[in-house]
């Protein structure tokens, strides 16, 4: 069955650190993933999706950025992180089609 | 406007009760419909997807109309386990990409 991992499940950074949160998806091949965020009390926004390796769209503008280095790897990068990147982030993937995503336990960011 | 539009509650029921909610959204185009479950700090889950002939799984109703774009989420014989925040989730465009309504907070009391 496919699983997907997401970590880590909690991160405090200051302000100006840099950023990495890693994705990955086991059980399938050639999956869609997808990073979103959800700040507290608010509906989630898609940041970024990949169709396949080295194929990244953006949806919003950002500090953040994104990578797929690998098939079945998703990860979300920032060089300098903003008070304002606080908040729930989540990696999710389907297969092809209209199915639905699945989503990994989340990170949850806390910036100081 | 909102792409998918919905009460953000919250609904306070009792156990045993049966609670209804709504959800628009506004591309007539979308293809795929589904209603997610988020519990407290944690991910969504998929609950069900929606199929325009409506369905159902267990205590829960799903139905689509598609001519007012318009999905509801029923269940029925409401537990304390039922209790958190009910996604309504639309896919806009080819290519997996889902669009998420705001969600709706459901509390069920004992």
């Known amino acids: 069955s496919q699983t997907i991992h997401q970590w880590p499940a909690t991160l405090v950074q200051p302000v100006g650190s840099p950023l990495s949160l890693e994705c990955t998806v086991e059980?399938?091949?050639?999956?869609?993933l997808y990073w979103y965020r959800q700040a507290a009390g608010r509906g989630l926004q898609l940041l970024f999706y990949s169709v396949g390796i080295g194929q990244i769209s953006s949806e919003v503008p950002q500090n953040l950025s994104a990578s797929r280095p690998q098939d079945r790897q998703f990860i979300l990068s920032s060089k300098k992180l903003l008070l304002s990147d606080s908040g729930f982030y989540l990696c999710?993937?389907?297969?092809?089609?209209?199915?639905?995503?699945?989503f990994g336990d989340g990170t949850r960011l806390s910036i100081l | 406007r909102k792409e998918v539009e919905q009460d953000p509650g919250p609904f306070n029921v009792p156990e045993g009760a049966t609670v209804a909610f709504n959800c628009t959204y506004s591309n007539s185009a979308s293809q795929s419909f589904f209603w997610y479950r988020q519990d407290c700090r944690k991910e969504p889950k998929l609950l069900m997807s929606?199929?325009?002939s409506g369905n159902e799984d267990g205590r829960f109703t799903a139905q689509l109309n598609r001519a007012s774009q318009y999905i509801s989420l029923l269940i029925r014989d409401s537990k304390l386990s039922d209790s958190a925040t009910y996604l309504c989730?639309?896919?806009?465009?080819?290519?997996?990409?889902?669009?998420f309504g705001g969600g709706t907070r459901l509390m069920v009391k004992p």
């Open positions: 929606v199929y325009s």
């Open positions: 999710a993937w389907t297969g092809q089609g209209n199915q639905p995503q699945h």
């Open positions: 989730v639309v896919s806009q465009r080819a290519g997996n990409m889902l669009t």
């Open positions: 059980g399938t091949s050639n999956p869609n």
